[in-house]
C-alpha cells in the first residue's frame, strides 16, 4: 500500500532526527565504556560517576531543540521578589557567632589566568599589594573568624586545570584561622561538532588536556554533593553556602544577608537568594531576572529570541543583572540533587582545537538552577558588591586610588565623589597582558574624578599622573605617546602626534 507521506515531509524529517539522536546516545555511550575502560582501576569509579554526569547534559543538549524562553510567557517581576540590601536590618553583635556557625563560603577556583597572559589559576594573580585573589579571600575569612571567634571554612571549587597548583599554593596558609577545603568539578569530554562523539581517546588528561573541558560552575551542585563535603557540613549543622567567583573582589561575607536568611521576617527560610544590582549600559549583556511559569528565573541572553534581544539590553524593561553572588540552603541542594529534580539549560560553547578540529562543550550555569527551588529571592544590593577582574582595565581600577584595601576588603576611597567606577577602555594590542599592562604604567594614575578613560596603541604613562572627566588617548599606527610624570589630563583627547586638545 503506498505511503501518505511524502519524501522529505516534516513527519519523515522528525523521525530522522530522532534516529540520529538515538544513534548518537548510543554511540557517546560505547565511546564513555571505552574510556573508562582506560582509567586505572582506583580510578574507575569516580569517572563513572562523573560520565553519568556528562550523559545527563549530553541527552538533554540533544532533546532540547528550543533553547530560547516562550518571550510572551515573561510577567513582571511580583512584588518581593527583588528586596532593597538598604531595608535589610543588621544583626545584634551577640548573633553574628552563631549566624557564621552555619555558614560556608565557596570560591569558583577553576578558571587559569591565560586570558590576561598569566600561568596557573587565575586566583593567583597579583591584584593589590602584590597580593592575589586567594590572598585577599584568606585575609577577609580570617578577618571574620578573629573577630567573632567564629569558625567559618573556605572552599575551593577548582577545575583540572587548577587543582594542582592550587593545593601547592594554598600550604602557606597553614598558619591562618581559616579551614581550606577543595573539590574539583568534574572533567568532561570536548565533543566533535560535526560527529557528535568524544574527541578523547583515553582516561589520561595529560596525554591529550584539550580534549577535557571543566563544564562550567553549574557543575558544582553534583560535585559538591559527590565529593562528600557537603553532607559533612549539614552535620556539622551549617545551613547556607555563600557562593561566588573568585576574582570578584567585592564578593565579601555581608552580615546582614545572612541574617536575613537565618531569621526571615516573614514566612520559612528562603532556599535561594541571588545578589542582583543595577543594571547600567556597560552590564545590558548580563543576565537578569525574571517571572516565569509562577517561578523566580535566571534569563540569560543565550536565552532571548533574537528578535527581543534589544528589549532584554533594555535598562528599563530589566533593570538588574546577576552578580552570581549566590547564597543557597545546603539542606535543599541535597534534596535537590537527591530527588534528580536538578534542572539547568544546556550552555553550547563552540571552540576550535589548535589542529582545527572544531569541537563544542556542554555547560551549565550555577545560577540557572534557581528555577529548581523554593523561596527564591532577589537582593538588589550596592554596586561595591560587584568588582570583578576580567580584564586588565578592571586591574588598573583596583590597582588604583579609587579603592583602600582593609582586612582583604576594597573599599571605595571616600574621596571619590559618586560610587559608581569609572569606564576604563584599554587597547587589546599593548595592554591586554598583564606583563605588558606593568610595563606601560610608571605609577597608576589618579582617577579619582575620572570618569571615561579610552587608551589605544602604543602610549605609556609616568609617575603621578593625574586623569579627571573624559580622557581618550590614541597612538596611530607607528606613533608612540608618552605621558610625562606629574600630567594633568582633564577633559581632553591626546592624539597620535601629541596634540592636546579641549574634549
Known amino acids: 500500500m503506498p505511503s501518505n507521506r511524502r519524501a522529505g515531509s516534516p513527519s519523515e524529517a522528525a523521525e530522522f532526527t530522532a534516529l540520529t539522536k538515538r544513534d548518537s546516545q548510543m554511540r ?75 555558614l560556608v563560603v565557596i570560591k569558583l577556583n577553576g578558571g587559569l589566568g591565560t586570558s590576561m597572559g598569566c600561568r596557573g589559576p587565575k586566583s593567583v594573580i597579583p591584584v593589590r599589594n602584590d597580593l592575589s585573589f586567594l590572598d585577599l579571600t584568606v585575609q577577609q575569612i ?76 553549574g557543575d558544582f551542585y553534583l560535585s559538591f554533593c559527590n565529593s562528600g563535603l557537603m553532607e559533612q557540613f549539614i552535620v ?19 552580615l546582614s544577608i545572612l541574617n536575613m536568611l537565618l531569621h526571615p521576617t516573614s514566612g520559612s527560610k528562603a532556599e535561594f ?45 530589566f533593570k538588574f543583572f546577576n552578580t552570581n553572588n549566590l547564597w543557597i540552603n545546603l539542606p535543599a541542594v541535597k534534596k535537590v540533587v537527591d530527588n534528580g529534580t536538578l534542572d539547568m539549560e544546556v550552555i553550547v560553547n563552540h571552540k576550535t582545537l589548535d589542529n582545527g578540529q572544531n569541537v563544542i562543550q556542554l555547560e551549565t550555569a550555577v545560577g540557572a538552577a534557581m528555577k529548581c527551588f523554593d523561596g527564591c529571592l532577589g537582593i538588589n544590593v550596592p554596586r561595591s558588591r560587584f568588582l570583578p577582574v576580567k580584564k586588565t582595565s578592571d586591574l588598573m581600577l583596583v590597582m588604583s586610588n579609587l579603592y583602600h584595601l582593609r582586612n582583604g576588603t576594597l573599599e571605595m576611597s571616600p574621596f571619590r565623589m559618586f560610587p559608581s567606577t569609572p569606564l576604563v ?14 610595563k606601560r604604567f610608571q605609577t597608576i594614575p589618579d582617577l579619582l574624578e575620572l570618569d571615561h578613560l579610552t587608551v589605544s596603541g602604543d602610549v605609556t604613562f609616568g609617575r603621578n599622573v593625574v586623569l579627571k572627566g573624559t580622557v581618550i588617548i590614541i597612538a596611530n599606527e607607528g606613533n608612540t605617546i608618552n605621558i610625562p610624570d606629574f600630567a594633568q589630563l582633564e577633559n581632553k583627547i591626546v592624539s597620535g602626534n601629541l596634540r592636546i586638545l579641549d574634549h
Open 28 to 102: 557517546v555511550e560505547a565511546e564513555l565504556k571505552e574510556l573508562v575502560a582506560t582509567c586505572p582501576e582506583e580510578d574507575k569509579a569516580g569517572v563513572e560517576k562523573e560520565f553519568e554526569g556528562f550523559k545527563g547534559i549530553f541527552n538533554k543538549f540533544l532533546q532540547s531543540s528550543k533553547t530560547s524562553v516562550d518571550w510572551p510567557k515573561i510577567e513582571k517581576l511580583p512584588e518581593g521578589a527583588v528586596r532593597d540590601y538598604k531595608t535589610l536590618p543588621s544583626p545584634s553583635s551577640n548573633e553574628i557567632k552563631e549566624m557564621l556557625s552555619k
Open 142 to 217: 580570617e578577618h571574620l573568624n578573629r573577630t567573632y571567634d567564629a569558625d567559618v571554612p573556605l572552599v575551593l571549587m577548582n577545575s583540572f586545570n587548577t587543582d594542582e597548583d592550587t593545593e601547592k599554593v594554598i600550604r602557606k596558609y597553614a598558619g591562618f584561622k581559616v579551614k581550606i577545603f577543595t573539590f574539583n568539578q568534574s572533567r568532561y569530554p570536548r565533543i566533535d561538532r560535526d560527529s557528535l562523539t568524544p574527541v578523547a581517546k583515553s582516561c589520561s588528561a595529560n596525554t591529550d588536556l584539550e580534549a577535557w573541558y571543566p563544564p562550567g560552575h
Open 236 to 254: 556539622e549543622g551549617r545551613e547556607y553556602c555563600f557562593i561566588s567567583n573568585v576574582d570578584n573582589l567585592g564578593a565579601t561575607v555581608d
Open 273 to 317: 537568594v541571588m545578589e542582583v544590582t543595577d543594571k547600567t549600559k556597560a552590564d545590558v549583556k548580563g543576565g537578569t531576572l525574571m517571572q516565569y511559569e509562577n517561578h523566580l528565573r535566571l534569563l540569560e541572553i543565550a536565552q532571548v529570541p533574537k528578535d527581543h534581544i534589544e528589549d532584554f539590553k533594555s535598562v528599563k524593561t
Open 425 to 438: 577602555k584599554l587597547g587589546d594590542n599593548h595592554f591586554a597582558k598583564v606583563k605588558e599592562f606593568l
